[in-house]
């Protein structure tokens, strides 16, 4: 059964850092790599991104303050998510999108625009959830 897990969720203080990971049972190589959000009584958003080639895309929110990352020997991904604020607590998802040598990922463009429906997505984790507050 091919899954995908988050991990390192918690809570946090603005201005703090959180390393959220997600992890597959199956080869990510081959893979885009999606982070998304849902934050209580809002639609999901995309929030970062990262090819299979390597490149990564970020939506406006978060850009300079989260960092997308992978290492496929570990078929893991990572956020780092830096100088966090109040706004940005909400359930974190992982996705994953077949994405084949340098061609454009449609679900890091989705990402990128914060968008809700991400229709390219073929795997999803089930969350984990991140608070901040003093």
């Known amino acids: 059964q091919v899954q995908l897990v988050e991990s390192g969720g918690g809570s946090a203080e603005p201005g703090g850092s959180l390393r959220l990971s997600c992890t597959a049972n199956?080869?990510?190589?081959?893979?885009?790599i999606g982070w998304f959000r849902q934050a209580p009584g809002k639609e999901r958003e995309g929030v970062a991104c990262?090819?299979?080639?390597?490149?990564?895309t970020y939506a406006g929110p978060v850009k300079g303050r989260f960092i997308v990352s992978r290492d496929n020997a570990k078929n893991t991904a990572y956020l780092q998510m830096n100088s966090l604020l109040r706004e940005d607590t909400a359930v974190y998802y992982c996705?994953?999108?077949?994405?084949?040598?340098?061609?454009?990922?449609?679900?890091?463009?989705?990402?990128?625009?914060?968008?809700?429906?991400?229709?390219?997505?073929?795997?999803w984790g089930r969350g984990t959830q991140v608070t901040v507050s003093s």
């Open positions: 996705a994953a999108e077949v994405n084949l040598g340098s061609l454009e990922s449609p679900m890091c463009l989705d990402a990128q625009a914060q968008a809700s429906r991400v229709p390219t997505a073929d795997y």
């Open positions: 199956f080869t990510l190589d081959y893979y885009a």
């Open positions: 990262i090819s299979g080639s390597g490149v990564t």
